[in-house]
T-cell receptor, first 116, second 117 residues
Framework: DTGVSQDPRHKITKRGQNVTFRCDPI?????LYWYRQTLGQGPEFLTY????????KSRLLSDRFSAERPKGSFSTLEIQRTEQGDSAMYLC??????????????FGSGTQLSVL | AQTVTQSQPEMSVQEAETVTLSCTYD???????LFWYKQPPSRQMILVIR??????QNATENRFSVNFQKAAKSFSLKISDSQLGDAAMYFC??????????????FGKGTLLTVNP
């Protein structure tokens, strides 16, 4: 168990460029979440997968954002035509469903995106 | 929609002393879960303690304990015998069971805790 891994750790891009982040959850975890954390704020929920199915999307996730989890393992989050307001840390988390109150969420260390 | 408020942007404590971080929340639900997460400079969110709203007994985890006041919608975190490694951003979070079985959390803005040697 190596924990939740996110790549890259930092990304600097110019406005208008596309970026893609990757998240590798804990291997047996079937639920995967993306959160966004801006400076001075707590994380905000973006989207959630159970296995390969994307079951919920926040209104924060505009049409420029797309997330996939093609084989129910790793996930990617793509932002098209980046804007300066997209600058934030993007956190991935995973959990194992079916444990009821004992289900725990494990977070990665995030990808810090800076849009110039 | 549920909201979580942390009214203390920053707190400081002397090593070995006790500190209490405040959190209030707003909800119309009767059953829910509350959490405190720690985010050190490494940025990884780490679960500190969890409380189920249907449990009257306050949760404790070693030096960490909560004071859960359901009627007042208050959920404070007490750290006893503070250690230098406790220095971090602390987030209070709410989980609604009514949104399905997923683990979507609503976070407060956080409290930055400094531990002075």
């Amino acid at each position: 168990d190596t924990g939740v891994s996110q790549d890259p750790r930092h990304k600097i891009t110019k406005r208008g460029q596309n970026v893609t982040f990757r998240c590798d959850p804990i291997s047996e975890h079937n639920r995967l979440y993306w959160y966004r954390q801006t400076l001075g704020q707590g994380p905000e929920f973006l989207t959630y997968f159970q296995n390969e199915a994307q079951l919920e999307k926040s209104r924060l996730l505009s049409d420029r954002f797309s997330a996939e989890r093609p084989k129910g393992s790793f996930s990617t989050l793509e932002i098209q035509r980046t804007e300066q307001g997209d600058s934030a840390m993007y956190l991935c988390a995973s959990s194992l469903a079916g444990l009821g109150v004992n289900e725990k969420l494990f977070f990665g260390s995030g990808t810090q995106l800076s849009v110039l | 929609a549920q909201t979580v408020t942390q009214s203390q942007p920053e707190m400081s404590v002397q090593e070995a002393e006790t500190v209490t971080l405040s959190c209030t929340y707003d909800t119309s639900e009767s059953d829910y879960y509350l959490f405190w997460y720690k985010q050190p400079p490494s940025r990884q969110m780490i679960l500190v303690i969890r409380q189920e709203a249907y449990k009257q007994q306050n949760a404790t985890e070693n030096r960490f304990s909560v004071n859960f006041q359901k009627a007042a919608k208050s959920f404070s975190l007490k750290i006893s015998d503070s250690q230098l490694g406790d220095a971090a951003m602390y987030f209070c979070a709410y989980r609604s069971p009514s949104g399905g079985s997923n683990y979507k959390l609503t976070f407060g803005k956080g409290t930055l805790l400094t531990v002075n040697p």
